[in-house]
């Protein structure tokens, strides 16, 4: 147990769908991520949150929604997706923002956008 | 922008044998190294990190070292056992005062008993 809990682990969804990924640590970080995981391609960061403000935005499209309501909790909404937003989502936390070298990752939800 | 390059994309050894993976980074600024590793169905856990004030160090079985100069650094495992076959990433960040990670894109390590 890394401490940082995904759910769910499967996700299979249609393009017209909307769906929430949800990401729990309780490890008392102040940080957490979202990042992207695609076969053969480094890790993709896409949101950072510090003390549950928006610290980082990397480009990602609209319909990738975050929402942090407290440090402990994390959740990444999902919209109208398209079949190459299938991928591996990982969570992450790390102490502060500031020293995000060491990152606490959870197991991922596998998403299949059909 | 800033990138890490990663070799080689697969290795596979024999158990008992070493293991050695490459990294590269662009960013001059880097100076934390963590090295992660990620079993079939988890998310990649740290496994050694080295800053740049030291140019190597070791942890029972892997060890990493570090060349500020020419922007390298690898992870060496030794007596490589089965439960070593995973993905092994190696990152560079700014540490303190930044939070971007950036990864490298991984090197899948099968050990053959």
């Known amino acids: 147990e890394t401490g940082v809990t995904q759910t769910p682990r499967h996700l299979v969804m249609g393009m017209t769908n909307k769906k929430s990924l949800k990401c729990e640590q309780h490890l008392g970080h102040n940080a957490m991520y979202w990042y992207k995981q695609s076969a053969k391609k480094p890790l993709e960061l896409m949101f950072v949150y510090s003390l549950e403000e928006r610290v980082e935005n990397n480009s990602v499209p609209s319909r990738f929604s975050p929402e942090c309501p407290n440090s402990s909790h994390l959740f990444l909404h999902l919209h109208t997706l398209q079949p190459e937003d299938s991928a591996l989502y990982l969570c992450?936390?790390?102490?502060?923002?500031?020293?995000?070298?060491?990152?606490?990752f959870g197991s991922g939800t596998q998403l299949s956008v059909l | 922008g800033e990138n890490v390059e990663q070799h080689p994309s697969t290795l596979s050894v024999q158990e008992g044998d070493s293991a050695v993976i490459k990294c590269t980074y662009s960013?001059?600024?880097?100076?934390?190294f963590p090295w992660y590793k990620q079993e079939l169905g988890k998310g990649p856990q740290l496994i050694i990190d080295i800053r740049s004030n030291v140019g190597e160090k070791k942890d029972q079985r892997i060890a990493v070292t570090l060349n500020k100069t020419a922007k390298h650094f690898s992870l060496h495992i030794t007596e490589t056992q089965p439960e070593d076959s995973a993905v092994y990433f190696c990152?560079?960040?700014?540490?303190?005062?930044?939070?971007?990670?950036?990864f490298g894109a991984g090197t899948r390590l099968f050990v053959k008993a």
């Open positions: 990152a560079a960040s700014r540490g303190t005062g930044g939070f971007k990670t950036i």
């Open positions: 960013d001059s600024a880097s100076n934390y």
């Open positions: 992450a936390s790390s102490p502060a923002a500031v020293d995000g070298g060491k990152l606490f």
